[in-house]
């Protein structure tokens, strides 16, 4: 149950549909699942890894929620999307690397909880499998903060892409964002398989 929890967190997480200029996806929703999913993995499993991510979810949550008030009030302008002034810029920084750091955090101890169980029952299959999809993961992400900077700091009017460029960029990143998500969700039905084959 946890393991399925946690792959409808990271569907929220990973994508962002908007319509209208409203994301359907929002990130908060995937914490909450991510919470649930943790919830449950640290009851049934006892690792205290899992309490840690458990833990960090709930001040996603919150951090989240404050994001997306941010990114839909016109009384504070959207400070997270529009930024000019420095202090602006500032205040962005520091959000989204809170938010980001306290995610790969929750990735990190996810990843390393299920290492941690793969040792207890002696699979080492699934040891490989976690480190490898989580060093995946932690440059996934690493990255993915980069354009972020970029925009930030330079501005989209300095950031010249080429009319062939653009759309190509755009290809790449998509098809590793998915490559990525594949080889997650994959990993995270073989832990679950694997851990609660007994459930099965």
């Known amino acids: 149950m946890g393991f399925n929890q946690l792959i409808i967190g990271f569907i929220f997480i990973f994508f962002n549909i908007n319509l209208i200029n409203v994301n359907v996806l929002p990130d908060f929703i995937g914490y909450i699942f991510f919470y649930l999913g943790a919830t449950s993995l640290a009851n049934s499993l006892s690792s205290e890894y899992f309490t840690f991510v458990k833990n960090s979810s709930r001040l996603l949550i919150i951090l989240s929620i ?69 060093k995946l993961m932690m440059f996934y992400n690493v990255i993915g903060i980069i354009p972020f900077l970029g925009i930030l700091f330079y501005g989209n009017s300095e950031i010249n892409i080429s009319f062939a460029a653009g759309p190509l960029f755009f290809i790449v990143f998509l098809i590793g964002m998915f490559y990525v998500f594949v080889k997650l969700i994959r990993f995270l039905k073989y832990a679950n398989l694997v851990l609660y084959k007994d459930n099965q």
């Open 66 to 134: 404050i994001e997306s008030f941010i990114d839909y009030s016109s009384i504070l302008n959207n400070v997270l999307n529009d930024v000019q002034a420095l202090h602006e810029k500032i205040f962005a920084l520091i959000f989204t690397l809170t938010i980001t750091t306290l995610y790969l955090f929750c990735v990190y101890y996810l990843f390393k909880g299920i290492e941690h169980e793969a040792i207890k029952i002696e699979d080492t299959t699934l040891q490989i499998k976690s480190k490898k999809t989580l």
